[in-house]
């Protein structure tokens, strides 16, 4: 089945412990992004992968890194996490950009305390 | 700084009745995205309008872009309680690249018995 897998779903966690959250998908897509989404503020992009090795910023970059080793994962990592990272992270994925059908991962509840 | 403004961001409706979501942005762009997300859920994408005069159907679902007017439109038809959910559009942020999307605040939408 074609999924974009984001693991954990829930992370609670304390300020400036790092963390990484997970994305993995099968369907061999170059493009995969990050969002985090607020109440009331929508989803704003963190970061996007164009392909291996070859990312960007978005909106909101501050406080996140990324990389993009293999094809498939493209992992969102947190090296000192602080209360406002507080937030609902998803991880998407198309075939070359935003402009095709994004597959949207089942997203990460962020907890900083 | 591209601003995407979607109305209303609440909206209750009583199922067979009809209504339009608007989606405003305040750039040049000629790529626009709707995504609908359940209550808890992750996000669906359901139109890519990659066009001015672009209209995409499904269901009782329609939606259009004039980038003239900075405007999209997603029109419900014959509202039914399943169309429950928050819709999301999104611009193509990027200058034509497809790699940077600017979504608004979404619109919650209830349909009623």
């Known amino acids: 089945e074609a999924q974009v897998t984001q693991n954990p779903r829930y992370l609670i966690t304390v300020t400036g412990k790092k963390l990484t959250v997970t994305c993995s998908q099968n369907?061999?897509?170059?493009?995969m992004s990050w969002y985090r989404q607020d109440p009331g503020l929508g989803l704003r992009q963190i970061y996007y992968?164009?392909?291996?090795?070859?990312?960007d910023k978005g909106d909101v970059p501050e406080g996140y890194k990324v990389s993009r080793k293999e094809k498939r994962n493209f992992p969102l990592i947190l090296e000192s996490p602080s209360p406002n990272q507080t937030s609902l992270y998803f991880c998407a994925s198309s075939l070359q950009g935003a402009n095709e059908k994004l597959f949207f991962g089942s997203g990460t509840q962020l907890s900083v305390l | 700084e591209l601003k995407v403004e979607q109305n209303p961001l609440f909206l209750s409706m009583q199922e067979g009745k009809n209504y339009t979501i608007y989606c405003n942005y305040s750039t040049t762009s000629d790529r626009l995205y709707w995504y609908r997300q359940d209550p808890g859920k992750s996000l669906e994408s359901l139109f890519v309008l990659l066009s001015n005069g672009a209209v995409k159907q499904e269901g009782r679902l329609m939606a259009s872009l004039d980038t003239k007017a900075r405007l999209s439109t997603l029109h419900i038809t014959a509202a039914v309680h399943d169309l429950s959910a928050t819709y999301f559009c999104a611009v193509d942020n990027s200058g034509g690249s497809n790699y940077k999307l600017t979504f608004g605040k979404g619109t919650l939408l209830t349909v009623n018995p």
């Open positions: 992968s164009m392909n291996v090795e070859v990312t």
């Open positions: 369907m061999n897509h170059e493009y």
